[in-house]
């Protein structure tokens, strides 16, 4: 996917600068987390995306992080192993933030428990 793919560039906006606590506006990650990795795939999603709230917190909307759905996810991220603090077992819960890949996919099933990703 070329960097300037409108969709990629709406994953940036939406999950990295709008609700990524670890987002840096002058570090660009490709491959990005699980959750951006996930809705790269899925540019019928845009117009869900952009309705996404940016609320100033770390909650998933609402599901549980151990749900299976966002378990899924990150267990094909590529930072799951070595450099996230939300799945590694060693840190305290309450010491971490999700990513906003994350929170971005856990929106869109807060959204619609139906959806397939
Ligand atoms: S919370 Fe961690 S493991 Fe899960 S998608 Fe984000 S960076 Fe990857």
Redesign the pocket.
């Known amino acids: 996917m070329k960097p300037s793919d409108p969709h990629q560039e709406l994953l940036r906006r939406v999950a990295c600068a709008g609700l990524c606590r670890y987002y840096k506006p002058n570090k660009r990650e490709d491959p990005g987390?699980?959750?951006v990795e996930t809705l790269k795939r899925r540019p019928d999603l845009a117009g869900r995306l952009e309705a996404l709230p940016s609320p100033n917190d770390d909650a998933l909307f609402g599901l549980d992080g151990d749900d299976p759905r966002l378990l899924a996810?990150?267990e094909a991220?590529d930072?799951?192993v070595d450099?996230?603090d939300?799945?590694d077992p060693e840190v305290p819960r309450e010491d971490c933030s999700?990513?906003g890949?994350?929170r971005a996919v856990a929106g869109l099933l807060s959204k619609d428990p139906e959806l397939k990703l």
């Open positions: 987390c699980g959750g996810v990150c991220c930072f799951r450099g996230c939300f799945r999700p990513c890949g994350l």
